[in-house]
Every structure is written in C-alpha cells, then in structure tokens.
C-alpha cells in the first residue's frame, strides 16, 4: 500500500524483517544525517555503541509491536545530557541493514530524522548513494543530510563536555 498511511502516522514505509538483534549490537559510526536538536550541530566523530543487558533486551530500546517481526523499535534517552531527567521516547526504525552487517540506514515514521551509518568511519560512495536513493524512495528529504565528519583512526573516548554542547545549540552556537 504505497503512500497510505499506517497505523503509526507516517506513511508507509519499509523496514528490515527479522533484524538479527546480535548482528546489530556493536559499534556505529554516523556518517550522514538529518540535524537534530538533541545532536551537537559540529557533531564530529558521532557514533554509537550497542550492546544486550544480561536479559537479552537492550537497555533503552525495545520492539514497538513485539509481535511484528519489523525493525521498528522504540528508544529512550534522556535530556538534557549533563543532568540526564527528562525521558525522551523516539522511534528508530531500521530501513535497511546489508546482508553483512556493516551498513545501515535508520530513520521513523515522520521522516524529520534519518542516520547512515556504517562500523567504519568511512564509506564507499557507491554504497553511500546507494543509501540516500533508498532514503529517496522512502519519502526523506535528503537534501537535509549533513556528513558527519569521523577521524581515521577513530578516537577511543568520548568527549569530555558533559554534554554543554547541547545547552550551547539550544543558542545556535
């Protein structure tokens, strides 16, 4: 049923069918995606760590409809970062993984916010067009992606900001 809409509010969209969670958990690199109020806007070196809790469950993501096989999940975070209080749920839709493992493209049902991202800090053009087109075919705006700049080799800690960064781009700095 392309372009209706879904149960969810978005229009529909298509999403990975049995993702194998263990294959997803580990390291990500950002290397294109939307801007996004709880993202520094000079993001550098963006990138994400996954991993099971002893349950099996991820800490802060979990099946929207755990009797779907889609990738849609929900996440949980918390804001501000330096004084983590307030709880944001968001969703996280995986729209395309590789047969490998090591692409993915990740988006939700609004579409104001898209990530590709890649376990290296670089990626081949080829795959990188290949990844946006899809996007295209979903219904994203990708004339909003912005590449996220990652140093070769990557550095091994975070930052050390306690998430300022946040507070600083609530004022366009």
């Not at 990500?28 to 939307?34: D, G």
């Not at 994400?48 to 990738?71: I, M």
């Amino acid at each position: 049923m392309a372009g209706g809409k879904s149960k969810d509010g978005g229009s529909s969209m298509r999403v990975v069918r049995g993702l194998d969670v263990e294959r997803y958990m580990g390291r990500w690199y950002e290397i294109a995606a939307f801007p996004s109020f709880f993202q520094p806007k000079d993001g550098r070196c963006t990138r994400a760590t996954y991993a099971l809790e002893a349950d099996g469950k991820t800490g802060t993501a979990y099946k929207a409809d755990p009797n779907s096989d889609e990738a849609k999940l929900k996440v949980k975070f918390y804001l501000p970062p330096f004084l983590p209080i307030i709880p944001v749920v968001g969703d996280y839709w995986v729209l395309y993984v590789d047969d490998d493992y090591q692409y993915a493209l990740v988006g939700q049902p609004s579409r104001k916010y898209l990530w590709i991202l890649c376990r290296q800090t670089h990626m081949d053009d080829e795959v990188y067009n290949q990844l946006v087109e899809r996007a295209k075919e979903e219904g994203y705006d990708v004339s909003k992606l912005r590449k996220t700049p990652q140093s070769d080799p990557p550095p091994e800690n975070a930052p050390t900001d306690k998430g300022f960064w946040w507070i600083k781009s609530l004022f366009g700095k």
